[in-house]
């Protein structure tokens, strides 16, 4: 069983739809959760960032964590064409070495 | 405001030949690494290293070297070229306060 599961499957939704994206994990240490954004052809950018359990919202994104579940989510409301990309979660336990366990990435597209 | 910058974006090379791949960060980072990220497989730890003169084997250690002579580089080194090393390489730098990954642009890599 790897760290992180994250289903890779592409998802395709009409522009201004909400868009849910989920990781599972099973290392119970894991106290750092992260999502980055990944554009075709660029670097990973950090999107979202939580510390423990709890829900952060930044503007149209919204990082839930439920460590009892150990399960966490990406919600973006009113999807823009823009937020077209790879959304790849990563999480660590914080030892100080920062080895980010990373999903395999979910590719969205959001239609016109 | 330059951030992590890897050169070159783009390189073929022949089996058997050898290069390095260049990673700078100007954000005083004690942490760098590299991955590797392969479609199915998502990202990919090579190596990394927690401060100058210090550096460790991640996942996918085998073929690369890489040395940390100052806190604002870490070049990787392909030793001898090899098919299955096609890939896309990303370099990554934070510090050890939080966990926060800032990645580089890439270096997409052809070994023909």
């Known amino acids: 069983q790897k760290e992180v599961e994250q289903d890779p499957g592409p998802l395709s939704v009409p522009e201004g739809a909400i868009v849910s994206l989920n990781c599972t994990y099973s290392?119970?240490?894991?106290?750092?959760f992260m999502w980055y954004r990944q554009y075709s052809r660029k670097g990973p950018e950090l999107l979202m960032y939580?510390?423990?359990?709890g829900n952060k919202e930044d503007g149209r994104f919204t990082a839930q964590v439920d460590k009892s579940s150990k399960y966490i989510s990406l919600f973006i409301r009113d999807s823009q064409p823009s937020d077209s990309a790879t959304y790849l979660c990563?999480?660590?336990?914080?030892?100080?070495?920062?080895?980010?366990?990373f999903g395999k990435g979910n590719q969205v597209v959001v239609i016109p | 405001n330059a951030g992590v910058t890897q050169t070159p974006k783009f390189q073929v090379l022949k089996t058997g030949q050898s290069m390095t791949l260049q990673c700078a960060q100007d954000?005083?980072?004690?942490?760098m690494s590299w991955y590797r990220q392969d479609p199915g497989m998502g990202l990919r730890l090579i190596h990394y290293?927690?401060?100058?003169?210090?550096?460790d084997q991640g996942e996918v250690p085998n073929g690369y070297n890489v040395s940390r002579s100052t806190t604002e580089d870490f070049p990787l080194r392909l030793l001898s070229a090899a098919p299955s090393q096609t890939s896309v390489y990303f370099c990554?730098?934070?510090?050890?306060?939080?966990?926060?990954?800032?990645f580089g642009s890439g270096t997409q890599l052809s070994v023909l």
């Open positions: 990554a730098s934070s510090s050890t306060v939080d966990e926060k990954l800032f």
């Open positions: 290392n119970s240490a894991f106290q750092y």
């Open positions: 939580t510390y423990s359990s």
């Open positions: 990563a999480m660590s336990a914080g030892y100080g070495n920062n080895r980010l366990a």
């Open positions: 954000m005083n980072h004690e942490y």
């Open positions: 290293s927690v401060g100058a003169g210090i550096t």
